[in-house]
């Protein structure tokens, strides 16, 4: 599948490769990088590389076909040993192309042996399975540890957990291209909690990203009561309610069922999820595949439930009022990502910016649109600039935007060579903008705007309403206000602007 970017905030970590020892390597330094080894291969899979690989064909050889067209943005997957549950988790996965690219997949996992406040992200290594070496992300890791106190590391929740290790031969079988992932164990948390895991989660929860909730649903009621206690829950996923997510799981319990212990063992991973799609028309939510343990010729008197669920975005592009034709795929990002910081190190160090061999070029760099470039220095706001409508091409625009901003935005002091090394770079290509009559003709998250009033003007970028959560009337009273210096209700009589951007970062 070709990559595609998405044209709202994606606030995301590049690559990054670590060498890494196993967990039986005597370096156990605060900088050692220790591998999780497979703890629960020859378990829950088989530990044999061989056996392991032809049980998966066999899955995915009789795994549901693909229920959508749309964008994959998340499956629920179950996490029992492959004998009970590896025929929906292969339906589930069976969802993504096999040539799809990520930068990162979010893996969401419940812890069922440690008890945790929170979330613990696996932060010193990579993960290990019979079918290889699977890298984590630890730069992001370390950045939502850092930013977020209700996420931390605690060995222990990874090391005795299978729900996250069972989801990792999946996605190495079915995946041509490598792939990183952020693995992420959780504890029984509260709806309020999870909300807010979600918000710090929501600027990744976007196209180049894949998310991943390791859940199992009814645990150990009889055959009957499990397809209908499980059948009430998917509705309830499905109808892209936590509300109703939370009334449904609650009224399962009050149902004397008996040995009903839980509807779904996962809960925070899926709420988290729900947070982030409900209210949003562009979301579909799809049941995949059912079965439980009684479907396997085992015991119908203690079973548990599994399901396969997908959730969908509407192409963006297609919308009404999108002006995303213009694209820029991964090699184009980092291309423009080397271009900036090459600019930003040779002109700070020796006053010059660089030549760049526009022979080496796509035709899309070439296009003249307008880009801003923002510095950050240990996740706080070094300097942004940018323009509009430049008339020079993209690849120079982000040349000249990088110099810009660690060297001409007022707010701060320019930033001196010996910075660089803590400073990441963020890059935001613009579309063409469109007038728009009504806030109403505004998405947050999605639109940026751009409102002039005489000789006074001011923008915020799309991105600015995912991280301040703001309102409606705050994204264009801040913008009036703080950007135009026009009032709070400027706006109101201003001319303002829509546009949308397409944002990728180191």
């Known amino acids: 599948m070709k990559f595609n970017v998405t044209f709202f905030s994606i606030l995301m970590s590049l690559l990054t490769v670590y060498s890494c020892h196993s967990q039986t390597d005597k370096q156990k330094g605060k900088d050692a990088c220790i591998n999780r080894e497979p703890v629960f291969a020859g378990q829950f899979y088989p530990d044999n590389k061989k056996s392991l690989r032809s049980q998966l064909n066999s899955f995915f050889s009789k795994a549901k076909e693909r229920q959508s067209e749309e964008q994959l943005q998340a499956i629920i997957a179950p996490h029992a040993g492959y004998v009970f549950s590896g025929q929906v988790a292969a339906s589930a996965y069976n969802q993504i192309s096999s040539d799809a690219e990520y930068e990162n997949i979010f893996i969401i996992a419940p812890s069922h042996k440690v008890r945790i406040t929170g979330a613990s992200i696996y932060n010193i290594g990579n993960y290990e399975t019979p079918l290889g070496e699977v890298k984590v992300n630890r730069t992001l890791a370390d950045k939502l540890i850092e930013e977020h106190d209700f996420f931390s590391f605690e060995k222990q929740a990874h090391q005795q957990e299978h729900s996250l290790e069972v989801q990792l031969p999946f996605l190495q079988h079915h995946l041509k291209d490598d792939f990183q992932i952020v693995p992420i164990v959780t504890g029984p948390q509260q709806p309020e909690m999870t909300e807010k895991m979600a918000n710090a989660l929501k600027p990744y929860f976007a196209e180049e990203n ?280 400027g706006w109101k009589d201003a001319d303002v602007y829509k546009y949308q951007a397409i944002v990728f970062h180191e």
């Open 210 to 489: 894949l998310f991943v909730v390791s859940s199992d649903f009814s645990h150990y009621p009889e055959y009957d009561d499990a397809t209908t206690v499980d059948k009430a829950t998917a509705d309830a996923i499905v109808s892209n309610s936590p509300k109703q997510l939370l009334q449904t799981i609650h009224a399962n319990s009050q149902k004397d069922i008996s040995n009903l212990s839980t509807s779904c063992c996962g809960r925070a991973g899926i709420l988290s999820l729900l947070y982030l799609t409900s209210g949003k028309e562009d979301y579909n939510i799809e049941k995949i595949h059912y079965m439980n343990s009684g479907d396997l010729g085992n015991t119908k008197d203690r079973v548990v439930g599994y399901w396969a669920i997908g959730f969908y975005k509407n192409n963006e592009n297609t919308k009404k009022g999108s002006n995303m034709s213009f694209q820029l795929n991964r090699e184009e990002k980092n291309s423009l990502l080397h271009i900036a910081r090459n600019s930003l190190e040779h002109y700070l160090n020796e006053g010059v910016i660089p030549e760049v061999d526009q022979a080496q070029l796509t035709e899309t760099l070439r296009e003249k649109t307008g880009a801003f470039v923002t510095l950050n220095k240990k996740g706080n706001l070094r300097g942004c600039v940018g323009r509009f409508e430049p008339g020079i091409p993209l690849y120079e625009v982000v040349q000249k935007m990088a110099v810009a901003a660690a060297t001409q935005d007022m707010r701060f002091p320019g930033v001196e060579p010996e910075e660089l090394d803590d400073i990441s770079i963020e890059i935001s290509v613009l579309t063409p903008m469109q007038k728009i009559e009504s806030k109403d003709e505004i998405t947050l998250g999605e639109d940026g705007i751009y409102i002039k009033k005489g000789t006074n003007s001011g923008t915020l970028l799309p991105q600015v309403a995912e991280k301040t959560q703001w309102s409606k009337e705050e994204f264009l009273g801040h913008c009036a206000q703080d950007k135009a210096g026009i009032g709070w209700d």
